[in-house]
């Protein structure tokens, strides 16, 4: 059973419990009320519906929600109990769920740079991709919302609650798509102290069971690792974490072939934006455009606006693209078919193309600029598998895809790939 009382802590849903008091209401009506995004609030929403104080019934394009009774009377015991053994005040209260003990995983690292930096090391997606997410988005401010894609299938999500910046930032802390630990039902505390060498970095990681303290302290030991090598070099490194996706379907194939994209995007050097690659019509900037374009495409299929910076570079250009893309596909799922161009296509085909373009595109950079692609036999050997789904003879027309080369023998499954898109190997 929930904790109701852990669950009224968080403030914006203590504000949808008033505002469904005056009666049901749609997901987008509640949403209005806030200053975070609609995910954000749909994400609380999910919490209360899980914790029985409402629910949610869908009639044509709309979702309604409204308070249940039985819960809100379950909730008002539930705070008789928890005044009369004079807890901590509702809104810093986060208790465990019944039955265990409340536990916290805690780890401090020495960053060799100034606060200010190593904040931004925290709190910058393009800095945080250095070393923590494949993908990262974040409204540093209290209310604002954050998700990181930690590794690929396993997403991170919640609020910031407080912010200093180069002191300290809290924010909530779950998992999307997890009954244990959704999104918002842990909280994470970072405080930064100047120190000499540097700055010490303490997280605190609150409101967990026993079995989650120690796999996040496992965690957050080997990312707050990570923070330190980026402070050091600039850059952690290719994350080994992130080779292989789990499970490793088709929106997790994409996301760790985005990740081994972003790390050839990221070795790119200004001398090579007009070095040919193995597609004879692009250059290097050329092909980021094509894959500028395709994403932007493929995010839309899912119903994204995906929005394209300029001013930036080609990885962080492709990041943040593929950032609301991807997001967009977790959202609407793989059922049915999509609009893609000028057709109508199964969504599961419209998916292949993400990994495809993702992981081909890699080593026609790599190629171009004299890079090596790291990547897993395995998912090189998945991406082989969606590429046969997807790459019809009538797709073969010398524009989209070339005639398949034949592979040598002791050809690994990337290289299989290349030759089978038409690459020469």
């Known amino acids: ?6 669950v009224l802590a968080e403030p914006n849903r203590r504000r949808l419990l008033e505002l469904l008091s005056s009666g049901e209401q749609t997901a987008g009506a509640l949403a209005a009320h806030f200053g975070v995004t609609r995910s954000a609030v749909s994400q609380h929403l999910g919490v209360l519906a899980a914790a029985g104080l409402v629910e949610g019934r869908r009639e044509g394009r709309y979702r309604y929600y409204r308070l249940v009774p039985e819960g809100m009377a379950a909730l008002r015991a539930a705070l008789d109990v928890f005044w009369n053994n004079e807890l901590a005040a509702l809104a810093s209260a986060r208790p ?21 930096d190593t904040f931004a090391l925290l709190t910058e997606p393009e800095r945080l991709r250095r070393w923590h997410a494949v993908t990262a988005r974040i409204d540093v401010r209290a209310g604002g919302d954050y998700r990181w894609t930690i590794v690929p299938g396993h997403t991170a999500a919640g609020t910031v609650t407080e912010v200093e910046p ?3 930032l809290v924010i909530t802390w779950g998992w999307e798509g997890s009954d244990d630990l959704p999104p918002g039902a842990s909280t994470v505390t970072i405080t930064l102290e100047p120190a000499d060498g ?7 990681h609150e409101g967990l069971t026993a079995e989650q303290a120690a796999g996040h302290l496992r965690g957050w030991t ?12 600039g850059d952690a490194g290719a994350d080994e974490w ?3 996706p789990d499970p490793l379907d088709r929106l997790g194939a994409a996301e760790a072939t985005l990740a081994v994209c972003q790390r050839v995007l990221l070795g790119l050097q200004p001398a090579d934006a007009t070095a040919a690659t193995p597609c004879p019509k692009y250059t290097v900037d050329d092909l980021v455009e094509h894959l500028l374009q395709s994403i932007v495409h493929l995010g839309a299929a899912a119903g994204a606006s995906v929005p394209v910076a300029d001013d930036a570079t080609p990885e962080a250009r492709v990041a ?3 950032q609301v893309a991807l997001e967009a596909w977790r959202t609407r ?3 049915g078919a999509v609009h893609l161009g000028p057709g109508e296509f199964p969504a599961t085909v419209a998916a292949n193309i993400l990994s495809v373009e993702f992981l081909v595109h890699a080593w026609d950079l790599a190629q171009a600029s004299g890079q090596q692609v790291v990547v897993s036999d395995e998912v090189a050997a998945y991406v082989l598998d969606l590429a046969h789904e997807l790459i019809a003879p009538a797709l073969r027309d010398g524009d989209r895809f070339g005639p398949e080369v034949e592979a040598g023998p002791d050809a690994d499954n990337l290289e299989r790939l290349a030759a089978f898109t038409g690459r020469a190997v």
């Open 1 to 6: 059973m929930p904790d109701l009382v852990a």
């Open 96 to 116: 465990p769920n019944r039955g265990a003990t409340p536990m916290s995983a805690e780890k401090s690292v020495l960053v060799p740079l100034s606060a200010d």
């Open 166 to 168: 180069g002191r300290r």
């Open 198 to 204: 540097g700055t010490t970095v303490r997280l605190v």
């Open 222 to 233: 080997h990312y707050l690792e990570r923070l330190v090598r980026a402070a050091q070099r």
């Open 242 to 244: 992130a080779s292989l």
């Open 320 to 322: 943040a693209a593929a």
């Open 333 to 335: 799922g793989l059922d």
